[in-house]
C-alpha cells in the first residue's frame, strides 16, 4: 500500500449511473471516471472541497462523456481515454494504449483495453489499492451489451478481470444489480452464494442502498456472465460441451431477451 491512501467519493448520477471521484491527497489531483452528469460532479466537488484534474472516460456513450467538454471548459483538466476512441471521446487530450500504466500523483492506474460493450471499452485498475473502475465491461452479478464487439472479446476482457485478486473491489458504473439477479437466479437457482445474494441485494434496495461497488470474489460466485463453467448453467442450457464463448455467448443472448 501507498504511504498516502487514495480517497474514494461515489455519488448517484441520471436514473442509475454512478459517478465517481479519486483524490490523491498527496498531489491534490482530483479525478472523475467518466462524466455522466456534469452538474451532479460538480456539485460532488464542491461537497469535497476538491479541484478537478483529470477526466478518465471508459468510453464514448453520452451517459460516460456527454459532460467531459463542460467540465473541462470550467477547470482545464485534462481528459484521458483510450486511443482507439481517439475520435468518439469530446474534448480528449491524453490517448491510452492497452496495459498502458499512468502515474496519477503518487499512483499507478493501469489500462486495459477491454472492447466488447463497445471497440474502444477502457477499464482503470489502481492493482496497489486492488480497486479498478470497469465502466459497463463488468456490472454486479451482469455485464454490459455487446454493442460493437463480439462476444468473443467481451468474454477475453471478462478474462483480464478475472486474472485480478479476488480481492479486487469493483466500482461498476451502473445500479443494475437487483434486476441481473433476477436474470442469474433463472439460470443457476441451485447456487447457493447466488441465493444468500438474491436476498441481500433485494434488501438492499428495499431501503435505497447502494449495491456497488462489488468485489471480484463474490463475482466469480455469483455473476453468470463470469461462470460459463458451472456445470448447473450449462446443464439448464443444454450445453454441456460447448466451450467458455459459447456459452457466454448464450448467457449474454438470454439476459438481451429476459
Request: include cysteine.
Amino acid at each position: 500500500m501507498t504511504e498516502h491512501p487514495i480517497e474514494i467519493h461515489m455519488f448517484p448520477c441520471l436514473s442509475d449511473n454512478y459517478g465517481f471521484l479519486v483524490h490523491d491527497p498527496q498531489s491534490q489531483q482530483t479525478a472523475t471516471f467518466d462524466t455522466p452528469e456534469s452538474t451532479t460532479i460538480e456539485e460532488a466537488l464542491t461537497t469535497k472541497g476538491w479541484e478537478l484534474t483529470h477526466i478518465f472516460n471508459t468510453h464514448h456513450h453520452y451517459d460516460h462523456a456527454g459532460g467531459n467538454l463542460e467540465l473541462k471548459e470550467k477547470t482545464n483538466c485534462l481528459i484521458l481515454g483510450s486511443s482507439l476512441d481517439q475520435k468518439r471521446i469530446p474534448g480528449i487530450d491524453v490517448t491510452l494504449e492497452d496495459q498502458q500504466i499512468f502515474h496519477f500523483g503518487s499512483h499507478k492506474i493501469h489500462c486495459h483495453h477491454t472492447p466488447g460493450h463497445t471497440t474502444g471499452h477502457m477499464v482503470y485498475h489502481f492493482a496497489e489499492q486492488s480497486l479498478a473502475f470497469v465502466g459497463d465491461t463488468l456490472f454486479a452479478m451482469g455485464c454490459g451489451r455487446v454493442f460493437e464487439g463480439t462476444p468473443e472479446q467481451m468474454w477475453s476482457s471478462l478474462e483480464t478481470l478475472m486474472a485480478w485478486p479476488d480481492e479486487t473491489v469493483l466500482y461498476c458504473a451502473h445500479e443494475y444489480t437487483q434486476s441481473n439477479a433476477q436474470f442469474a437466479i433463472s439460470i443457476e437457482p441451485d447456487n447457493p452464494a447466488l441465493q444468500e445474494r438474491k436476498y441481500q441485494v433485494d434488501a438492499m434496495r428495499a431501503n435505497n442502498e447502494n449495491t456497488v461497488p462489488t468485489n471480484l470474489g463474490l463475482e466469480k460466485l455469483t455473476n453468470p456472465f463470469l461462470r460459463p463453467d458451472s456445470e448447473e448453467i450449462r446443464t439448464n442450457l443444454d450445453m454441456a460441451n460447448a466451450s467458455m464463448v459459447e456459452v457466454f455467448t448464450e448467457i449474454r443472448k438470454r439476459k438481451d431477451n429476459f
